[in-house]
């Protein structure tokens, strides 16, 4: 393992923060962090960090780097009226970094940023400000990345492309991720496991697809002619706005959309329609 907690708790004054909270992150897997506001995700975050000290439990980090974790918590805390080279070349030198035109470049192309433009980050997106924060938090060649809630804020093309960039930072890099986020959809493309956190309590982990179908409900078929679909008369089905909503169980949908192929529907999704309320069950 890259990073472990053990046996975390923290409380603010009567508030019971985290209570005996244990996670742990291996070389190159992205694990998801799931729970509403206030569950603890963030505390758990900053104490993963060194930002907050537990109460009691402890936090292990397997490696040797000078600096072996890296993270955004909340948002990026960016100079804002600076552009994208100074503020690498800023936070590097805090980090005690030999700053050279060549680093700053490679950082920002590291996260897919442009590397010519010069005016303040104020003006950038807020997806193109999540990546110079990944790339702030890159500096020193972290093994493992903490994000908190990345996604807040971003279009489904900010999205989508984040999750490309955090998936090939796991892939190609092996960087150890820990990621939390109310998105359940986009932690269930990237996210090897999974962990459920209710109330400062783990009450699910495990491999993400198992805790998804564990509250799935039914699976949304997309693609366009999905209303010509004869063997789609054969569920407990609805369609919408070329959307198929089918209850079917997880280990009959390879057989239905083997099935949907056959009829020449061009599927071009299917995704799990999860029970939220079934998800935080205890």
Known sequence: MILSGHNLSKSYKSLKALNNVS???KKGEIIGIVGANGSGKSTLFKILLGVLKPDTGTVSINSKKTKPIGGIIEKPALYEYLNAYENIKVFGGIQGLKITNEFVINSLKKVGLPTKRKDPVKNYSMGMKQRLGIAIALLNNPECLILDEPFSGLDPMGISSLNA?????AEEQKLSVLISSHILGELNKICTGLTVIKNGEIIKTGATKDIINQSTIAYNISAENISSSLILKNYNSSISNNIATVD????DVSELLY???EENINITSCTPEVDMNKLFES
Do not use: D, M, W, Y
């Not at 960039?165 to 930072?169: A, D, V």
């Not at 079917?248 to 280990?251: G, I, S």
């Open 23 to 25: 996670i742990s992150c």
């Open 259 to 261: 099935k949907l192929q």
């Open 248 to 251: 079917v169980p997880f280990e």
């Open 165 to 169: 960039l955090i998936k090939t930072l």
